[in-house]
């Protein structure tokens, strides 16, 4: 079930970018595609922000060692339902295995290739199948395979998650057009499980990492579904400047469309939560700082109580004043502490407000998008965190993973 989540909209061929999938045998259902291979031009700039699970997965350790080699990135090779996740040594080996398939098929030397894995954490490689799915793969590429490429990455995803977005500058059309793919294991500490954003904007590499950097901390990191950071979270920003149009971070326009992107695949994430029956946006207002707000928003968001209080439509309030106080928070002041539950005031001065009925915040909860908002009234600096209530379905979704 999602929540006010539909399948994506136009997407929009991004200049210089190149897309294919196909089923090559990971999955035992041979009718849904489990490999993706996207190709960028010559000249295209690759930035990139990886999970920070120390745990992390062989593709991870080796897309890094490529990123630094100082080659080009002219290919990303993307697998579902195999996460090469704890597998040591052997496991770095099949995936270098997986990138020289592909140099050798493109005439490209192997750190050219980008790897990326995602499913069950502990199994090996099927590395045979996927180099075996190579040479028709390259043949598959075209640059209307978005949509493709998006469900090729799923996993417990029930929707392919895509943006895309044009604007015009300096008579110029540039397009930004995304894919990412997750459901649960999410708090990503950097990105989501899997992200691929680009553009045809002419950006060059140290602007691009900045910019990056700026719209994954408000997107990406900032959702939620169960704590869980997975160990092959990635998320790339890819600008190939086929456009010819130049931008930076400085560069309005572009940032908030870009920003827009972000977010909106990051909300899709949330909105295709395991067993989510309700999107919840919570705002910390008014803390002392940046970090205040997140640790407060956050201690809400993954509160079993609270999620499951709003699974319920159980307008338990206490449970939401409990974990603002359990918050490691060393300044808070409980006696300034306002509490809201959309636009219904449940604590006011750290006290129930007088004008609250049960009836009203029932009202509220009954809902599946609610926001609750917490004014600290001490500083400047506020958050915003999105995450899910806690179902039934979540723990039968992943009690089953693996059957």
Known sequence: MTVGLSAP?????????????????????????????????DESSVAAVFTTNKFCAAPVTIAKQHLDSGHA??????????????????????????????AAEASFPKQSVLPFSTGVIGAPLPVDKISSAIP?????????????AAKGIMTTDTLPKAVSRQLVINGKKVTITGICKGSGMIKPDMATMLAYVAT???????????????????????????????????????ATGVSQQSVSRTHDEFMSVLNEVFSLLAQSIIRDGEGATKFIEIQVEQALSSQDARELAYTIAHSPLVKTALFASDANWGRILAAIGRAPISSLDIDKVALFLGDVCLVKNGLP?????EQKGQAVMQQQDIIIRVNLNQGEESATIW???????????NAEYRS
Not at 137 to 143: D, N, V, Y
Not at 228 to 237: G, V
């Open 9 to 41: 909209g136009v997407l929009h061929p991004v200049k210089g970018v190149m897309l294919a999938s196909c089923h090559s045998g990971i999955k035992k259902d041979s009718t849904i595609d489990d490999l993706v291979l996207m190709q960028f031009s």
């Open 73 to 102: 990135t002219r290919y990303l090779l993307i697998n579902s339902g195999n996460a090469n996740a704890g597998t040591g040594v052997e496991g770095v080996e099949n995936c270098i295995s997986t990138c020289a398939a592909i």
């Open 136 to 148: 028709s793969l390259i043949k598959k590429l075209g640059e209307d395979n978005w949509l493709a």
């Open 200 to 238: 045809d904007a002419l950006i060059p590499q140290s602007e691009l990492d900045s910019c990056l950097k700026q719209v994954v901390n408000s997107s990406f990191n900032s959702i939620t579904v169960d704590g869980d950071t997975s160990t092959n979270d990635a998320c790339l920003l890819i």
């Open 353 to 357: 407000d007088e004008d609250y009925s």
């Open 387 to 397: 995450t899910t209530d806690l179902s039934y379905d979540y723990v039968k979704i």
